[in-house]
């Protein structure tokens, strides 16, 4: 599976849009962007996915740049409730493992 | 259904004692997944079924690590003789069959004394 590059933290206004970027210029082909996110001492939360189209759910939307090299994960109005650690992991469906680097650990303030 | 379900959600034991947890998947949902977080990293894999198949363990997973799924259904996992080094969360997840959406439980934070 391909790396992924995270920024370490990010802060963001109440109200506001997060976004948050993640580079991952090996991917491959048949290698889905997925995004979880974890909450302070809570088991990961899925939050969206996709392979090459820009997908919305009714918690987030997943930007994909066309070459596929980075994706940006954007809260439209980000709550204090979003505060949380951010992870973007690129997954081959040939592989049932997922990779979880360090993510970004998002701050939302008032 | 309310989703993935571990028990215990703490355990505190004492070094040398075995510990088993329990995890109950979503309902049909045919892959079960382990994994284990330490602090301030994300979690790592460590083992995973089809059914009642453990079908790949990773090197993490030492010989005092066991885990089962008798029955397709829920799932254990035993740590013998626990280190401290074995302090950490433990996740499971499940999906309904190869290459779908994981979707984790709340974890059990194992602290060995």
């Known amino acids: 599976d391909a790396k992924t590059t995270q920024p370490t933290s990010m802060d963001c206004a109440e109200g506001r849009a997060a976004n948050l970027p993640c580079n991952h210029s090996?991917?491959?082909?048949?290698?889905?962007v997925y995004w979880y996110r974890q909450i302070h001492s809570q088991g990961p939360q899925y939050i969206i996915h996709?392979?090459?189209n820009n997908e919305t759910n009714e918690m987030a939307s997943l930007i994909i740049t066309e070459d596929r090299k980075s994706s940006t994960l954007i809260l439209p109005h980000a709550t204090l409730r979003d505060t949380a650690v951010y992870y973007c992991?690129?997954?081959?469906?040939?592989?049932?493992?997922?990779?979880f680097g360090t993510g970004t650990r998002l701050q939302v303030f008032p | 259904d309310t989703g993935v379900s571990q028990n215990p959600r703490h355990k505190i034991t004492k070094r040398g004692q075995n510990v088993t947890f329990r995890c109950d998947p979503i309902?049909?949902?045919?892959?079960l997944y382990w994994y284990r977080q330490t602090l301030g990293q994300g979690p790592e894999f460590l083992t995973y079924?089809?059914?009642?198949?453990?079908?790949?363990k990773s090197r993490l997973l030492s010989d005092r690590f066991s885990a089962e799924r008798p029955k397709g259904s829920f799932s254990t996992l035993e740590i013998q003789r626990t280190e401290q080094g074995d302090s950490a969360m433990y996740l499971c997840?499940?999906?309904?069959?190869?290459?779908?959406?994981?979707?984790f439980g709340p974890g059990t934070r194992l602290t060995v004394l």
């Open positions: 997840a499940s999906s309904l069959s190869e290459g779908d959406t994981q979707y």
């Open positions: 090996t991917i491959s082909g048949n290698e889905y």
């Open positions: 996709g392979l090459k």
């Open positions: 992991i690129v997954r081959s469906h040939n592989t049932d493992k997922l990779i």
């Open positions: 309902s049909e949902h045919n892959r």
């Open positions: 079924f089809q059914n009642e198949a453990q079908l790949e």
